[in-house]
């Protein structure tokens, strides 16, 4: 069965269990589901099917509620914890990684929060509480802390014996090894342990030459490095090269899209933590500022139109035309700004070769104008049975285009100058300035034609 | 040194030494380099001195220069090899792994794709050429035919020779079991077979029920369920359950990525395959078919404005504020559009829930249009002296802002049903729809006006 029909039978018998009251049959079903899975039935649920299902399910087996919860991200799944005692949540915490705890923590209500924190220190279960002290989106927060390491004066038959008597290790693929005072000094794969002697010394078979990451280190920057250099988990480090915790693979990966989304919902105005059923005031709280500030540029551009008013009164078929000259300036500079930002964003556009980039784009707004402008040009004619104003749209057309291309490429590149994220403020620049000077070239055009030819119109 | 200004100063570095034609210093300090850190430092560099580069190192150290070659992307990658003989390519290709020598070969122009296809045919290297008769897209093209496998006989010391004496296995952290007939019936993983006494059987203590993709399984299915099981591979079977391949979290990456950038610029209107350096010729051939299409659209909306030319020239402050219901449409649904494509990208909106995602952005349509309505009406009164323009400006938009929502919600989910991507042609028919739909309610509102209160304008 595909996985989605697989799912879909799961919510339906969830629902029907529920409705019916059948408990432990109902916890059969879910006990019979892999987390990942489970996580999808419970988005599909209602809210109120969901939250009854979660119920169910935590006091029998918290440990695949909570990691269900995980897999749900920290909005929703704090969401399912927001009725619970302090004592249970921090009970229940124990059930999944300290970073996973962490983001969840994070997204309770205040007083909540406090107590769930204390509760944790007491009982000193520690991680959870240092990883909060991460400034957010660096791989301090991102990282497990419960890092296995081998020290630097074992034997790999030492070693073999240290990982076998190990438990709770997330990753033993990569073995880091450090010295005396915790410093990071090497790292040997599982497999070349086998392939050696077991008196071997881990420093003889240890590579020192290894990739790390430090707390502070951007959680998007990390991603960089995992994804460039194909690696299943990067040992992260303090300033002083300490070992204190590792990032798999399978997190990067949640950062990956998680960037991917955000970059898509800031060049549409979204708040990165909108999802499909973020309750509806809640969107809207999210997506007016958005609105505002594009209403207040939209006023921008008719107030340029409100400048031409006079010349829109003697030649009507203007105001057919002008939103073209306005809209396809928008739609070019759109396509530029997107491979732009995501040049950007994967690492191929980079300083150093942003000249290059602009007098692509400025050539491809120039043809694209041209092009674009002939066949507007023509059509204008055909449908209004005069000329002139094709010739005028054309102009114009080329002028805007042009202008959108080089806007497109260094709006963005400027911002990032700036350090602000070239995804986040671009999209709004560049259609005010592409309405702008659209409505402005054809409207201007088209007054400085009237009043050499003041019979048209 | 941060990542990036290290690669700055390689590429600077590497031009230097071109320019004084000094090959072998060039060459060590090529050497030293990471491939992926090569492939940056080849993307920074202008086309003739990244040939150059590449040159002198393919013909000293092939392995490392086809390996950047493969992390550079198969486009790049084959224009880099387009002037060498095929006899070359083929002994190249033999450098870097099958899934991405077939990405490369694919991208090779077509009189030396065939020339370089019979060459590896005669050489038996195997691989290549079964992975091209797979669809494009699919887990049969991106796996790794070189997988590992265990006999189900094998005890667990067995087991832990055959992977000493083997060479080349891509991932060795799931062990994949197979019968006498090679269908896959179990994994294990190498943490476990360290644990276990060497006498034991693998039957004994393999996991039988475990996550495997087909050959013809869609790629971006594949990397979800790497993502969501937290798979660091996944093997992959053909139509009868036989092992035919692996594919590892990094390709997975790769997908991800790519997807993630196929979205974003199909809502843009892009081709997936183009970037920020695709030739100006090239990249204006790929956006004008979207160019000319929205053209065509923006004339549907022209010729609603044409109809009410008459109202317009009555009345040349409609000119003015018309612009802004439609283009404040196209903001508020390009918002809904973005959250409903990313939402069915991540799996997040099903066709169960589908009516309450429908419903919610209904009431968030309605109030934007509410709220944004009363705004403009404040704004056009205070401009232009004249109350009346901005209820006309009010009533439109909230009519033009609830049908952006629902609009911006059904045509994906509408594309969708009819199996076409909604990324790929949802924002032309929504900016159409809001453009249309907006001067219409706009004008016609304003034409009833002027038939009961004709001393207006």
Redo the contacts between chains.
Sequence with gaps: MP??RRI?VV?DSVKRLLRLGATSNLLNLLQKQ?P??L??VF??L?EKDRYATFTVLVERNSRLAMETVA?LGPEVGAALLRNRSAEDIARFLQEIPSDDAAALIEHLPEELRGAVLELIRRKQTGGVEDLLEYAEQTAGRIMNPNVFALAEDMTAGEA?TA??TSRDVEM??YLYVVDSRRHLVGVIS??RL??VPPETPLKRIMTTDLISARVDTDQE?VAR??????L?AIPVVDEENKLVGIIT??D???V??DE??E???R????ASD????T???E??RK??P???I??GT??L???V??VF?GV??KW??L??????V???GG??A??T????V??IA?????W??SR??LL?EA??GL??GL??GM??AV?AWL?MGDPRIGVLLAVAMVINLFVAATAGTLIPLGLRALKVDPALASAVFI?TFT?VCG?FSFLGLAALFLRYFPQAG
Tied chains: 1, 2.
């Design positions: 996985p989605q879909d919510v892999h990942a899975d996580a999808q988005t599909e209602q897999e073999i990982l076998q033993v693929f599982l497999r086998l392939l920057e490095q995992v994804a460039s250099y194909n299943l693979v399978d990067v990966i949640d990956i899209k991917a989304t970059d898509l919902y060049l549409a105005g979204l909108e999802r499909v059923f309750p509806p005031v969107s809207l997506r007016l958005w609105l505002v594009n209403l939209a006023f551009a008719a107030s139109v409100a008013q829109i009164s009507v078929a105001a057919v035309f002008m939103p073209i306005a809209g396809m739609n070019a759109t396509q700004l997107t491979v732009i995501r040049g994967l690492g191929e556009l980079t150093s070769n290059k980039a692509k050539v491809v043809g694209n092009t674009m066949v507007a059509v449908m259609t309405d409505f």
